[in-house]
């Protein structure tokens, strides 16, 4: 069974720092792109940042560029994302989350849907 | 980045009924060359993370019940709720993954009339 489990959110004040992980199990974790997205209370769903498989690649959403970093350890199956400089608009549950991938028959693409979500970690960011 | 617009907002259905909920992307998310809508659906029930329920605009993955089902293409997508249960009260959103950003609609909340 895939599980994902997200921690190290908390109450941080702003200009502030936080380290969230995300620990993966019951899957082939080095096969996969990992991604973090949030959603701010009451609110929809936004992708964050994603990591190529083999951690050689980063993308951010232009909100948190220069901010936030995105990182894994694919000796210790998890995937983190270093948050500093964090602002009132950063609260929100942080969820960590497995990007899918197709086969074409003769090579595999990895695909920016996400199949299996952690339960998430909240972080408050609030004086 | 493209904008994904859902409608309605909040669709109030009766147990066993049909509920047809919309997504409209900015521009097409239809990759010619494979002929792939690279448009998804998650279900989301409060206090839980979403979870998938169609990719490539129409496709279920296992242990999706099939009264879920998904239409639509280019710019214009359809979430169908065949026979709502109770256990289907939910937002649900739909999401693009054809470029960088991946972007979300603002989700469509099911209730039981």
């Known amino acids: 069974e895939v599980q994902l489990v997200a921690s190290g959110g908390g109450l941080v004040q702003p200009g502030g720092s936080l380290r969230l992980s995300c620990a993966a199990s019951g899957f082939a974790f080095t096969t996969h792109w990992m991604t973090w997205l949030r959603q701010a209370p009451g609110k929809g769903l936004e992708w964050v940042a994603n990591?190529?498989?083999?951690?050689?690649?980063?993308y951010y959403v232009d909100s948190v560029k220069g901010r936030f970093a995105i990182s894994r350890d694919n000796a210790k199956d998890s995937v983190f994302l270093q948050m500093s400089s964090l602002r009132a608009e950063d609260t929100a549950i942080y969820y960590c989350?497995?990007?899918?991938?197709?086969?074409?028959?003769?090579?595999?693409?990895?695909?920016?849907?996400?199949?299996?979500w952690g339960q998430g970690t909240l972080v408050t960011v609030s004086s | 980045d493209i904008v994904m617009t859902q409608s309605p907002d909040s669709l109030a259905v009766s147990l066993g009924e049909r509920a047809t909920l919309n997504c409209k992307s900015s521009q097409s998310v239809l990759n010619t060359s494979n002929k792939r809508n690279y448009l998804a659906w998650y279900q989301q029930k409060p206090r839980q993370p979403p979870r998938l329920l169609i990719y490539w605009a129409s496709t279920r993955p296992s242990g999706v019940p099939d009264r879920f089902s998904g239409s639509g293409s280019v710019t214009d997508f359809t979430l169908t709720i065949n026979g709502l249960q109770a256990e289907d009260v939910a937002v649900y959103f739909c999401?693009?993954?054809?470029?960088?950003?991946?972007?979300f609609g603002g989700g469509t909340t099911v209730e039981i009339k």
């Open positions: 999401q693009h993954y054809f470029s960088t950003p991946p972007t």
């Open positions: 990591i190529k498989d083999d951690g050689t690649k980063t």
């Open positions: 989350a497995r990007d899918a991938y197709y086969s074409d028959g003769s090579k595999n693409y990895s695909v920016d849907f996400f199949d299996s």
